[in-house]
Nanobody
Framework: QVQLVESGGGLVQAGGSLRLSCIAR????????MGWYRQAPGEQRELVATITVGGNTNYADSVKGRFTISRDNAKNTVSLQMDSLKPEDTAVYYC????????WGQGTQVTVSS
């Protein structure tokens, strides 16, 4: 049974930082690249960062140089360190495999005030 549980979101001023965490339960983490996705109100969900099992990373241009994705293969966790946050980063953030599994977690809300 796949379960994804995100945490760490909150309200932060522009320029601030947050660290998101995700625990992946079930047969989704071990052999898959993992990603962080986000969905802003009225927008489609977009992929912002990915990490392979071996640790290779990739980022959307909008977050490159500000966000850092990491994973702990022993603990089935994936994290997203977000620095220099901007109001346009406001969204609900989700973790999932890449490509995404059919099941999504509840997400964690990130709100960046100007």
């Amino acid at each position: 049974q796949v379960q994804l549980v995100e945490s760490g979101g909150g309200l932060v001023q522009a320029g601030g930082s947050l660290r998101l965490s995700c625990i992946a339960r079930g047969n989704i983490f071990r052999f898959n690249a993992m990603g962080w996705y986000r969905q802003a109100p009225g927008e489609q969900r977009e992929l912002v960062a990915t990490i392979t099992v071996g640790g290779n990373t990739n980022y959307a241009d909008s977050v490159k140089g500000r966000f850092t994705i990491s994973r702990d293969n022993a603990k089935n966790t994936v994290s997203l360190q977000m620095d220099s946050l901007k109001p346009e980063d406001t969204a609900v953030y989700y973790c999932n495999s890449k490509p995404p599994y059919d099941i999504w977690g509840q997400g964690t809300q990130v709100t960046v005030s100007s």
